[in-house]
């Protein structure tokens, strides 16, 4: 089945330290997405990559970093820049210019700072 | 500013009863409006898309309309089902580009 895989689903993060979110699809799409969740808030967006090899900054992306190398991967790292992390972490991917398909999300990871 | 706002904030209803959840935007230029249902820990998974020319759109026992002229949508469902309990999110994109504005979503229970 087609979809798209967040790993791991828990992560905990000391003080100081970097830590990576996976993502990764099957589903062949060339525009994946990181997002954001916390309590009472929408989602917002991190990073964005239309294509391989290229990544947009979204609307919070301080303290992250992202990479596509392959058109199936999408890792986010959280550093140690980022002041508070603790959130849950939403990747999605569309096919660019189709609409009506919308997003496909993966299933999060949350990460808590310990 | 381009907002999207949903109420109520959360729901709690008896299993077999109708709910109505509202979203209202100011997004503009609007390019179409989609509703999310999002499990407990899980990611949201689409439920409708609504273009500006659409009224009303039903997936099963979820309708949505549309009103572009007041800028109102909202999603009703019909004889609730203890699986509907989840978050609903409505979702609006700005026209001529991929910007993405979420609403914070009504938190909906259903008990029996």
């Known amino acids: 089945d087609g979809g798209i895989t967040q790993s791991p689903k828990y992560l905990f993060r000391k003080e100081g330290q970097n830590v990576t979110l996976s993502c990764e699809q099957n589903?062949?799409?060339?525009?994946m997405y990181w997002y954001r969740q916390d309590p009472g808030q929408g989602l917002r967006l991190i990073y964005y990559?239309?294509?391989?090899?290229?990544?947009q900054k979204g609307d919070i992306a301080e303290g992250y970093s992202v990479s596509r190398e392959k058109k199936e991967s999408f890792p986010l790292t959280v550093t140690s820049a980022q002041k508070n992390p603790t959130a849950f972490y939403l990747c999605?991917?569309?096919?660019?210019?189709?609409?009506?398909?919308?997003?496909?999300f993966g299933s999060g990871t949350r990460l808590t700072v310990v | 500013k381009n907002q999207v706002e949903q109420s109520p904030q959360s729901l709690i209803i008896l299993e077999g009863k109708n709910c109505t959840l509202q979203?209202?935007?100011?997004?503009?230029?609007?390019?179409?409006l989609r509703w999310y249902k999002q499990d407990t820990g899980r990611g949201p998974v689409s439920l409708t898309i609504?273009?500006?020319?659409?009224n009303t759109k039903s997936n099963g026992r979820y309708t949505a309309t549309l009103d572009a002229d007041t800028k109102q949508s909202s999603l009703h469902i019909t004889a609730s089902q203890l699986s509907d309990s989840a978050s609903y999110i409505c979702?609006?994109?700005?026209?001529?580009?991929?910007?993405?504005?979420f609403g914070t979503g009504t938190q909906l229970k259903v008990e029996l």
């Open positions: 979203c209202n935007y100011t997004v503009s230029p609007f390019s179409n």
């Open positions: 979702v609006v994109r700005r026209g001529g580009g991929n910007k993405l504005t």
């Open positions: 589903l062949n799409h060339d525009a």
């Open positions: 990559s239309q294509i391989v090899n290229d990544f």
């Open positions: 999605a991917s569309s096919i660019p210019g189709q609409w009506v398909y919308g997003y496909t």
């Open positions: 609504m273009t500006f020319s659409e």
